[in-house]
């Protein structure tokens, strides 16, 4: 098969690494991580204008490397193309392998804030025109460094207003996902962990679901659209399911 992957770009070394391994012919398009923060009335248009841009008939599958993400890709709708979704509610869930494994260790330990290569790495959420409300106030930056930008009162109303971005976390869980680079990524995640006053843990992830989508095995852990259909939240363990009428 040709398939056309659109991407998170904190997916960006895991879905190489499985596409560099792929039977099929897997052309990669990798979108901002910092999408996500501008809003579904932002990031919905965006998607769908990429998926738009696939010409009908070149590709057997667009692949959308994406969680529900706040209803994010809700309203989605194929083409000429069908498209495959995994049903995630975000991201973390692909990382970890599926839905059974996001809840078992969600109910163990819901104060978790997870990191893994993609999220470190992009974590900025650089290359998108418009600026988010995180970075704009620097909801993750450290009080030193919001006290260097806006002095030291405005730095102090940030916090009491805004919140710390990890105020209600008491561990940070860096997500293995056995890659070569990960060694100093890995370092990382320690070392803000320890400046946030978190537990840290290394976790092992999973590429099942990401793999399944590359190789196309299209389970029941995806949602495959037809084109005309449309993607539309589910509101069970499903997450999404798709709109006929769209």
């Not at 009162?153 to 869980?173: F, H, K, P, S, W």
């Not at 290394?202 to 590429?207: A, F, Y």
Request: net charge negative; aromatic share 8%; glycine share 10%.
């Amino acid at each position: 098969m040709r398939l056309k992957l659109i991407c998170c770009e904190v997916f960006s070394r895991e879905i190489c690494f499985l596409a560099a391994n792929s039977a099929h012919t897997c052309d990669i398009e990798f979108l901002p991580k910092g999408l996500h923060d501008l809003g579904v009335d932002k990031m919905r248009p965006r998607l769908q204008e990429r998926i738009d841009s696939v010409p009908a008939g070149r590709y057997d599958a667009i692949i959308l490397v994406y969680g529900l993400c706040n209803n994010g890709v809700a309203g989605l709708t194929a083409r000429g193309t069908k498209v495959v979704i995994p049903r995630a509610h975000d991201c973390i869930t692909l990382f970890l392998g599926g839905r059974k494994e996001y809840s078992e260790r969600f109910n163990a330990h819901p104060g978790t804030y997870y990191k893994t290569t993609g999220w470190i790495e992009h974590g900025d959420g650089e290359g998108i025109d418009d600026v988010t409300i995180s970075r704009k106030l620097g909801l993750f930056m450290k009080y030193e460094e919001l006290v260097q930008k806006y002095g030291e009162d405005n730095a102090q109303y940030i916090i009491e207003t805004m919140g710390d971005g990890v105020a209600n976390y008491d561990r940070l869980a860096f997500i293995s996902m056995g890659l070569d680079c990960e060694k100093d990524f890995l370092k990382i995640a320690e070392k803000e962990a320890a400046e946030k006053g978190l537990q840290f843990d290394r976790i092992q992830g999973s590429m099942d679901l990401l793999r399944k989508l590359v190789s196309g095995e299209w389970d029941d852990n995806f949602l495959v659209l037809q084109p005309g259909e449309s993607v539309k939240a589910s509101h069970d363990d499903k997450v999404i399911k798709a709109d006929k009428q769209g």
